[in-house]
């Protein structure tokens, strides 16, 4: 067995988090409501920059392998009746805050957030103008389904500002659509960029994924390289996490059409090697972007951040979130609004934040918050560094260090005194490392996925 295949055999099915936050969600309890919220919002120091997340959890049809907070919906009057609440709480929050802050990043995610109609869309971005500084240079970042998105919808993202545009791929070869119940062509994913690069929105994303059934590594490779061929700024390269108990509608997918672990890794690796080859930088545990992109110059000067949307260069102090179910970060703690949606609108028209659950951060949860991000970004940290910014002694690490020298014993880290890197060749493995700074991990392994 070569050194990689044992060291894979060793960790690749640990289940570890993805570290999108941390403490991790499945962390946040309901001790943590509205008046946490309100509270928070209104600490927030005048002139605090901003990020909103606005989740639109509504999609015409279920993929498969979907593990969205999403609901089904033929009909528009759902999706109506959720803009109206979205403006609402819009409104609610910006009355919690302590004058007007400025705005430097907004996400609508989803579901889908393009089946907002145009009315819809465009009246909650002037709504959104109206509430808050809207700075110039803001990202304004839509998640979008090519399948339905047509030229009307085009001119409502132009007319809304949207500077960004992430469109669900996840695979280009017909059999592996059919089996995660979503056929897009090529030729579909492709013209629809040409349409939104050719209205002035120049920043497009792709997610892709691996681990899906009927997928091959042939399949993954003819995947990158149609990706490329098209030429989005970023790829996201995203592992199917198979879930059925928690999201029914999986158990659509049969398990035996699953690729296995270490096809799983195969393919991971071998798409990489064929994205970095064709020209995209390689960032950080999934995601990919050509080298003039603001994410890879993040990466270079150090100012990569992850969050709830994963790899960002958002770099606000604040995220508020919007709809039900979103995640928001404030410099207090997290919190997370109601996942029910007829729940959440009753909360919104009561007038107050929609938040069911959320955690207030101790000192330790910001110190290993920040290692945990560094790794995560950078596949790095000097912990001095780290501890030093946080007054804390470096001794706070004792234990961990011993267990990243087992690790490093195994060539998955480089220990130089308090300075740990993840070499290139075990990047698979960053969750893996990160998880020794997690204190919650013991509690809670067996809800996360597996580390490849
Ligand atoms: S479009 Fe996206 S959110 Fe909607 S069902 Fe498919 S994967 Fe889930």
């Not at 995660?180 to 792709?206: C, K, P, Y």
Request: proline share 4%; net charge negative; with cysteine.
């Amino acid at each position: 067995m070569t050194k990689l295949s044992a060291t894979f055999a060793r960790y690749a099915d640990r289940k570890v988090p993805r570290y999108t936050s941390y403490p991790t969600a499945p962390h946040f309890h309901d001790g943590i409501g509205a008046g946490h919220s309100r509270d928070w919002i209104g600490e927030l120091a005048q002139g605090s920059s901003l990020s909103l997340y606005l989740h639109v959890p509504f999609c015409v049809t279920m993929c498969s392998y979907c593990g969205c907070h999403t609901k089904i919906t033929k009909r528009y009057q759902p999706v109506a009746d959720y803009a109206q609440h979205l403006k609402t709480e819009l409104e609610n929050i910006a009355r919690h805050m302590n004058g007007r802050m400025s705005v430097r990043h907004i996400a609508w995610g989803g579901g889908t957030p393009t089946m907002l109609s145009h009315e819809h869309f465009v009246t909650l971005m002037q709504t959104i103008g109206e509430l808050f500084d809207l700075d110039e240079r803001a990202e304004i970042a839509v998640e979008g389904d090519p399948r339905t998105l047509d030229d009307e919808c085009v001119r409502m993202l132009v007319e809304g500002g949207v500077n960004r545009v992430s469109f669900g791929v996840q695979d280009f070869n017909l059999h592996v659509q059919e089996a995660i119940g979503r056929v897009q062509s090529f030729e579909m994913t492709r013209d629809v960029t040409h349409r939104l690069w050719d209205a002035g929105i120049r920043d497009i994303n792709f997610d892709l994924m691996y681990g899906l059934p009927k997928q091959s590594t042939k399949d993954v490779m003819r995947s990158m390289e149609l990706a490329t061929r098209i030429g989005p700024q970023r790829i996201a390269l995203f592992g199917y996490a198979h879930v059925p108990w928690f999201k029914s509608h999986q158990r659509l997918i049969k398990e035996s059409d699953l690729p296995d672990q270490h096809a799983r890794f195969e393919q991971t690796e071998a798409a990489a090697g064929e994205l970095v080859r064709l020209g995209y930088v390689r960032i950080g545990l999934d995601h990919f972007a050509r080298p003039e992109d603001d994410m890879a110059i993040a990466l270079a000067n150090g100012t990569l951040r992850r969050n709830f949307q994963g790899y960002t260069t958002d770099p606000a102090d604040a995220m508020l979130p919007f709809g039900a179910s979103s995640i928001g970060q404030l410099p207090q703690g997290y919190v997370q609004n109601i996942t029910d949606i007829g729940n959440w609108k009753r909360k919104v028209e009561a007038g107050g934040p929609s938040t069911a659950r959320g955690l207030e951060f101790s000192a330790d949860d910001k110190l290993r918050g920040e290692v945990i991000e560094k790794i995560m970004c950078n596949l790095s940290v000097d912990l001095e560094a780290v501890c030093a910014a946080h007054g804390a002694g470096a001794g706070v690490f004792t234990d961990e260090l011993a267990q990243i020298d087992m690790l490093a014993r195994d060539g998955l880290v480089v220990r130089d005194g308090l300075k740990l890197t993840v070499p290139e060749e075990h990047r698979a493995f960053i969750r893996i490392v990160s998880a020794v700074f997690d204190a919650y991990l013991k509690t809670a392994q067996a809800k996360h996925s597996v580390a490849v």
